[in-house]
């Protein structure tokens, strides 16, 4: 699990990263509008604000990725041991 968290968080970080240059390079914080009004924040908390933003966007886009790459066998394996399954579940053994 802590594997698969590290694929998420570390490859949209450095997309963050990179999407924040791009957007900035090319928009003022301070030309900013939200809903028409200009934004009241600083450059940095915009510049912060962004990052925070496009990492989010990543990291959903990774772990979407992440989730869709499992195998059938990962998604449907029983968590409890053969004993303790429900009665009528295909995988229980009997006894």
Not at 23 to 44: K, N
Not at 79 to 89: I, N
Request: charged residues 15%; proline residues 9%; contains cysteine.
């Amino acid at each position: 699990m802590r594997q698969r968290i590290l694929w998420v968080l570390w490859p949209s970080f450095v997309v963050g990263g990179i999407a924040e240059t791009l957007f900035f390079a090319f928009f003022d914080p301070h030309e900013l509008t939200l809903f028409g009004e200009p934004l009241a924040l600083s450059r940095q908390a915009v510049y912060s604000l962004g990052f925070f933003f496009f990492w989010g966007v990543g990291a959903a886009a990774a772990a979407l990725t992440t989730f869709l790459q499992q195998s059938p066998w990962e998604v449907n394996r029983c968590p409890l041991p053969a004993m303790d399954r429900p009665e009528r579940c295909p995988k229980r053994e009997p006894g």
